[in-house]
């Protein structure tokens, strides 16, 4: 069965003539009569009533069929036009993943612009860090994730960087290292650090130079929020790191930042999505819109 001859009975049974439906639907009286008898032929039923009179009747199995190739053709004609709209990013979801430092100091204004461009489209944001926001990613969890460099999976990625701040020392003002031009990392060893997570790319990447710096750090805090981090800095429990830009952020007289010097560590961005894999209407607006936003 083909849909071409349901929409060519229901034509006929809506017309009650073969004559006025082949006017319709601009065919010719003998194809429209040839594809309806293929059909009854192919059902094993007869569908019209052809008794003689000007109009002709459904029958009893007829009358099953309208119903039926109607919510046929009206659900085909829903799909059509919820395929468009998702085409036409009139309807749609993003899932997308953003680490929590990263989501509060950079992401608002563009979010704000894509919702102003693409106002039907359903934004669900997963703050998580960026190890686990990788992980959600190659699962296909998210559609797009905003990452820290380096990514564990490069091979399963496709990797957009869009972002680039040096790491600062956050120091108590009271601490001897706090009015230098800028501090090494070793001098730091016999420091207790404040740390985000195992589940932030930052975490590892702080041990990994500590690790080539020749010294395992003793962590005294790990906590998902840079603000709660800067704040126990303020209280003298330990020595933190940050990107320069949030640094901009602190405002409590008790801490001061310091460049991180030997090594210069790097806080680089990028928004990750699989590679060779369908990618929503959504995502790809997404990613177009972030290619051509200017970072600073």
Known sequence: MELRQLNYFVAVAKAKSYTKAAEQLHVSQPTLSKMVRLLEEELGVTLFDRGGSKQIRLTDA?????????????????????LDDL??????????GLPPMIGGRYFPPILEHFHAKYPNINIKLIEQGGKRIEAAVESGDLDV????LPVENEASFTILPFFEDRLRVVLHAGHPLATRASVALRELSEEPFILFGEQ????????AACADEGFTPEIALETSQWDFMTGMV???FGVAFLPENVCEKIDDPDVRTVPLGSPELQWRLAMIWRKDHYLSYAARAWIELLKGWAFR
Request: proline share 0%.
């Open 145 to 148: 994730g905003i990452v820290i």
């Open 200 to 207: 932030f790319t930052l975490h590892h990447l702080i041990r």
């Open 87 to 96: 085409a036409d990013l009139r309807r749609g979801d993003l899932l997308l």
């Open 234 to 236: 303020a209280a003298r």
């Open 62 to 82: 007829g009358g099953v069929l309208l119903r039926s190739a109607q919510g046929i053709l009206a659900s085909l004609d829903d799909l059509t036009t919820e």
